[in-house]
């Protein structure tokens, strides 16, 4: 369901754009690309010059390499446009420091601790955040989601809908629910 129709006249002045696609390769590994795009509908003044409408502000690309396990085993970001040239593409190199991380395993507080503030480009480090779940949608239906080791789906108990003691994981999930009670202990 869309949102409702604003009742205050209104002028779209800025868009930003961030898709992810996730591809399996045929050496067994999956590459996860994510690309951000800043563009606005009218001229654009910048201390580096102005943007015309509908010239991108910000056009950046990501792409990691993962293993079946979701560690990061290469990392790469380029930038088309910056506000900044000569200085805001010159990180792109930094985020070869993802290669080792887990994308299941304390990724966004590792990411901070290496790429956070100036250790980072603000916008390249905020599509990071994405990675982990168009991983998980790009994995979707490659493994089953329930394995015979015991372990819990990681998806349960990571969002509202399925907490162990929601009618949801009782529907679908029955092995793994649990009354309220249960599950606050």
Known sequence: MPLPVSEVERELTHTRRVRYEGYKRADGLWDIEAHLSDVKNHDYRLKTGVRRAGQPVHDMWLRITIDRDMKIVAASASSD???????????????????GLSLIKDFRKNVREALGGVRGCTHLTEMLGGLPTAAIQTFAGERNEEQDDGVKPFQLDQCHALEASTETVKKWYPKWYKRREEASR
């Open 81 to 99: 446009a910056v506000p900044y040239p000569g200085g805001c593409e010159t990180i792109a190199p930094a985020y070869g420091r993802l290669v």
